[in-house]
């Protein structure tokens, strides 16, 4: 159980253009869903927090109008990098944690990252 | 905010060895996770241990919430354990996970 599923794995785009990147629970209900992202050889660096229905809130230094994130449903989460350069590509990596109820209420559970080029 | 230190950055051994991993945070905790980052990038979760000691098969981890530190055992390694492993922990009144500085591991046979 808990897992946590992300389109596409790899992709690679021309600057200027939009990418979107899905992060999908497929065996459970996510009210909360995080996205991360990790440079080479470097920790892991949270960029938002989603929160279904409602607007995400991000990190200080994070630019909202660049990644934007809409979490439409309970097992949906999707970031998009709108006008991408070449300083966006990077691991993009998202969690999703289980409802309260689940006994492990803070426990999050990874997807299998999605590695953005941008050329 | 919260610091998040590991320790030793990086470790190498050979088959079969033991080793120890330290996890130290600097504010009290409500989550503490364990992961190990495989060579392809993906997280597989190792152990949610706030606080207490369990065990998985070779691995096992203790949590010291009051002196704020977590440590994760890895016994008789083998070559599949190589990878980046880290410690990650959410504050009170928080959702967020905040990630350690990781160790990479490299195991030889």
């Known amino acids: 159980g808990a897992v946590v599923s992300q389109h596409p794995s790899r992709v690679i785009c021309k600057s200027g253009t939009s990418v979107k990147i899905e992060c999908r629970s497929l065996?459970?209900?996510?009210?909360?869903m995080f996205w991360y992202r990790q440079f080479p050889k470097k920790s892991l660096m949270l960029m938002a927090t989603?929160?279904?229905?409602?607007?995400?809130?991000?990190e200080q230094g994070v630019e909202k109008d660049k990644f934007l994130i809409n979490h439409a449903s309970l097992t949906l989460s999707t970031l998009t990098v709108t006008s991408a350069h070449p300083e966006d590509s990077s691991f993009y990596i998202c969690?999703?944690?289980?409802?309260?109820?689940?006994?492990?209420?803070?426990?999050?559970?990874f997807g299998p990252g999605t590695r953005l080029t941008v050329t | 905010g919260i610091q998040v230190e590991q320790s030793p950055p990086d470790l190498i051994l050979q088959e079969g060895a033991n080793s120890t991993l330290r996890c130290n945070f600097s504010?009290?905790?409500?989550?503490l996770q364990w992961f190990h980052q495989n060579p392809w990038g993906q997280l597989i979760n190792l152990f949610y241990?706030?606080?207490g000691t369990k065990q998985n098969g070779r691995l096992s981890a203790t949590t010291v919430a009051t002196e704020r530190y977590s440590l994760l055992y890895i016994s008789s390694s083998q070559t599949t354990d190589s990878g980046v492993y880290f410690c990650?922990?959410?504050?009170?009144?928080?959702?967020?996970?905040?990630f350690g500085t990781g160790t990479r591991l490299q195991v030889f046979p």
């Open positions: 504010d009290s905790v409500n989550n």
């Open positions: 065996d459970f209900q996510a009210t909360t």
């Open positions: 989603s929160n279904e229905g409602s607007k995400a809130t991000y």
């Open positions: 969690s999703a944690r289980d409802t309260p109820t689940s006994g492990r209420p803070y426990e999050q559970y």
């Open positions: 241990i706030p606080s």
């Open positions: 990650a922990v959410g504050l009170h009144n928080t959702d967020k996970l905040i």
